[in-house]
C-alpha cells in the first residue's frame, strides 16, 4: 500500500534493536484519516471473504480494526492482555510471549462472542516473531469460528512470523512489508 | 442520549459491587454502528468548541474516539498505562489509582504529540470515582494545552467523579448517567 509506505518512510523512526517507531501516526497518536485508507485497502484484499467479525488485541489494533470495520459493516472484538476483574469466567485464554517486553501475557476473549457461526478477519498493527496472531488463532480455533484472513498494517519481513502464518495455510495480507532494517535504513519487501 | 439508554437498558447487565458490564457493545466487542452514534452525538455537544486534538486512554477508550474523531477531523492521541520500553523517554506522566483494579498505574503520554497549540476533547467510555480522567487532565495541564471538553459514554452518577470535575470547571458531556444501581435495577439520571 504505497500511501503507508510513503508514510512509513517520511514519520518512521529506526531505533536500537530493529524497532521501527510509528508512534505518530498509528499506535500512540493515530492518524484517522490514514487508519480510514487503511480500512478500504483490507476490504479490498479480502472483498471476497465472508466476515461476521474483526477481531483485534488491545490496545493498538483497536483503532485500526475499528475504523476498518466500518468498510466491513461487523463488530470488532477485541482480546484483553491478563485477566480482567471485570470479564465473566467463561473465556477462551491463551499464553502468549512478548518478545518486545520479555514477558509472558495471557489474552482472553469472552465465549459470549465468538462461536463457530463466525467467520473472522484478525487485524493487529504489526507482525515480527508472529506470537500475539498465534494466540489469537489460537483463541478463534478453541472457539471454532472460521479464520478467513489476517490483515496486517506492517510486517517486519526479517522475523519468522509471516512465514509461520502463511506455512498454517492463512490469508496474511501485509499493507508494508519491511525488509532487513539492521543497516538503519527503511526498505520494503 | 436515547439510543444509548436504550441499549443499556437492553444488553447491559449489573454485577455485584455496582458494576455495570457493557461488554457487548462498548469495551469488549463493540458496535461500531452506535459508535458512530455517539461520534456525532459528542460533536453536536461541542460543535462550537476548537478541537485540534481528541485525547484517550488505553484500552476502552480508543474505539470510541476513533470513531469520534472522524466527525471532528482531527488526530488521536491515547494515553498508554504503563511505561512502554517503546516509548521515548520524553513523556508526560501522571499515577493513577484505580478502584475496579485495586491499583496504582503510570499513564504516558509522549510530550511530542501534545503541546500549548492544542485544544483537546477528552473522551472516555465510563466516568466514576474519575481519578483516570483526573490524570488525563493533569497530562493535559503539564503541556499546557487546551482542554475544550470532556465527553463520557457512561457516567456512574451516583459517584463522586462527576461533580469533582464540574466544580473544576470543564465542560463535561455524559451522554447517560445511571443513578444509584444499588437496587439492582439500571435507572439514569
New interface residues.
Given amino acids: 500500500m504505497e500511501l503507508l509506505k510513503q508514510r512509513i518512510l517520511k514519520d518512521g523512526v529506526l531505533?536500537e534493536g530493529n524497532?521501527l517507531?510509528v508512534?505518530?501516526?498509528l499506535n500512540?497518536?493515530?492518524?484517522?484519516t490514514l487508519?480510514?485508507e487503511i480500512g478500504k485497502e483490507l476490504k479490498s484484499r479480502f472483498k471476497d471473504k465472508k466476515i461476521t467479525k474483526i477481531l483485534t488485541i488491545?490496545?493498538s489494533g483497536?483503532?485500526i480494526a475499528?475504523?476498518a470495520?466500518?468498510h466491513f459493516n461487523?463488530?470488532?472484538?477485541?482480546a484483553?492482555k491478563a485477566k480482567?476483574?471485570?470479564?465473566d469466567g467463561d473465556l477462551y485464554t491463551s499464553e502468549v510471549h512478548s518478545f518486545?517486553?520479555k514477558k509472558d501475557y495471557t489474552i482472553t476473549?469472552?465465549k459470549?462472542?465468538l462461536n463457530s457461526d463466525d467467520s473472522i478477519l484478525i487485524i493487529d498493527d504489526f507482525l515480527a516473531a508472529g506470537n500475539a496472531l498465534l494466540g489469537l488463532i489460537d483463541v478463534a480455533n478453541q472457539s471454532k469460528c472460521n479464520v478467513a484472513g489476517i490483515g496486517i498494517v506492517i510486517e517486519k519481513g526479517f522475523q519468522e512470523g509471516g512465514n509461520t502464518i502463511r506455512n498454517l495455510g492463512y490469508q496474511l495480507e501485509s499493507l508494508a512489508i519491511l525488509d532487513d532494517i539492521s543497516d538503519r535504513t527503511i526498505k520494503f519487501k
Fill in positions: 531505533k524497532i517507531k508512534d505518530s501516526f500512540h497518536q493515530l492518524d484517522i487508519l480510514n488491545e490496545a483497536i483503532a475499528s475504523i470495520a466500518q461487523v463488530p470488532v472484538l477485541f484483553k480482567s476483574k471485570n470479564l518486545t517486553y476473549v469472552s459470549k462472542f
